[in-house]
């Protein structure tokens, strides 16, 4: 099995279970880097798929609370070799697909020559790059392709339907379908933040209709309810900013993620 299957793998066997995975998102070395490797096994042993978060002094797809913690973990100088050492260190065999959201630059200081064979070696099945357009992601595309590691697209309500169907073909490991037009963290609209509105739940369903991957909301998920209301119009959910803030609280992130199921 490539890195990549591993995560529709991961999500489908979540789902044959009668529930939609979860999808853990946290910033790499925040709170601080001496902390990252507990936190990132503890949220590990609690998701189904983990996406780690490369700081990046520029995080437009990010609200304040991911900006803050991008901006704490650069100045503890955390950088993308020291998460692959940090993700390579966790113990093997490994059951849960672990992905890498950044911003093309610092995947391009790596090099993308480098980049795909260190990331499978350290343990890592795939990316998300929220600024790089699917126009522009042959080349690290082509580079990803040659470990067998996902490149994750990214759709929005406002997504013309001929671009969704384009995006959702192209799309491996999952879909992830934004909720909302906005930043990550942004309260869902209409109400009280454990409302999901039949719009978002419909657009969930175009989704679905396009995709032969699994399709994964996120953005402004925060609660059980906000999950349940999710659970059958996609396969899973990514919990991000709610969990960062769960970290920097210092709550117990495995009961925390467990109280969304």
């Given at each position: 099995?490539?890195?990549?299957?591993?995560?529709?793998?991961?999500?489908?066997s979540a789902t044959?279970q009668?529930?939609?995975?979860?999808?853990?998102?946290?910033?790499?070395?925040f709170?601080?880097?001496?902390?990252?490797?507990?936190?990132?096994?503890?949220v590990?042993?609690?998701?189904?798929?983990?996406?780690?978060?490369?700081?990046?002094?520029?995080?437009?797809?990010?609200?304040?609370?991911?900006q803050?913690a991008?901006?704490?973990a650069?100045?503890?100088?955390?950088t993308?070799p020291?998460?692959?050492?940090?993700?390579?260190s966790?113990?093997?065999?490994?059951?849960?697909p672990?992905?890498?959201m950044?911003?093309?630059?610092?995947?391009?200081?790596?090099g993308?020559?480098?980049l795909?064979?260190?990331?499978?070696?350290?343990?890592?099945a795939?990316?998300?790059?929220?600024?790089?357009?699917?126009?522009?992601?042959?080349?690290?595309?082509?580079a990803l392709?040659?470990?067998g590691?996902?490149?994750?697209q990214?759709?929005?309500?406002?997504?013309?339907a001929?671009?969704?169907?384009?995006?959702?073909?192209?799309?491996?490991?999952?879909?992830?379908a934004?909720?909302?037009?906005?930043?990550?963290?942004?309260?869902?609209?209409?109400?009280?933040?454990?409302?999901?509105?039949?719009?978002v739940?419909?657009?969930?369903?175009r989704?679905?209709?396009?995709?032969?991957?699994?399709?994964?909301?996120?953005?402004?998920?925060?609660?059980?309810?906000?999950?349940?209301?999710?659970a059958?119009?996609?396969d899973?959910?990514v919990v991000?900013?709610?969990?960062?803030?769960?970290?920097?609280?210092?709550?117990?992130?495995?009961?925390f993620?467990?109280?969304?199921?």
């Amino acid at each position: 099995m490539q890195p990549r299957d591993a995560i529709s793998a991961a999500i489908h066997s979540a789902t044959a279970q009668g529930r939609p995975a979860l999808v853990g998102f946290l910033t790499a070395g925040f709170p601080s880097r001496r902390q990252f490797h507990e936190n990132l096994a503890a949220v590990t042993a609690a998701c189904d798929v983990v996406e780690i978060g490369v700081p990046f002094s520029d995080p437009m797809a990010d609200g304040s609370t991911i900006q803050r913690a991008s901006f704490v973990a650069l100045a503890d100088g955390v950088t993308l070799p020291w998460i692959l050492q940090e993700v390579a260190s966790l113990p093997q065999p490994r059951k849960t697909p672990i992905l890498l959201m950044s911003y093309l630059n610092p995947l391009l200081a790596y090099g993308l020559e480098a980049l795909p064979r260190a990331a499978r070696e350290a343990g890592v099945a795939g990316f998300i790059v929220p600024d790089l357009p699917y126009e522009e992601s042959g080349d690290l595309k082509l580079a990803l392709d040659r470990e067998g590691l996902a490149l994750v697209q990214m759709v929005t309500p406002v997504t013309p339907a001929p671009r969704l169907a384009m995006l959702c073909k192209a799309a491996q490991g999952f879909v992830y379908a934004v909720t909302m037009t906005g930043t990550t963290g942004t309260p869902m609209p209409m109400g009280r933040s454990a409302d999901v509105p039949d719009e978002v739940l419909a657009y969930m369903d175009r989704v679905k209709s396009c995709s032969t991957v699994p399709v994964c909301a996120g953005f402004g998920i925060r609660s059980r309810a906000q999950v349940a209301r999710f659970a059958l119009h996609v396969d899973g959910v990514v919990v991000g900013s709610a969990l960062v803030e769960a970290l920097e609280r210092g709550d117990d992130v495995r009961a925390f993620l467990g109280s969304l199921r």
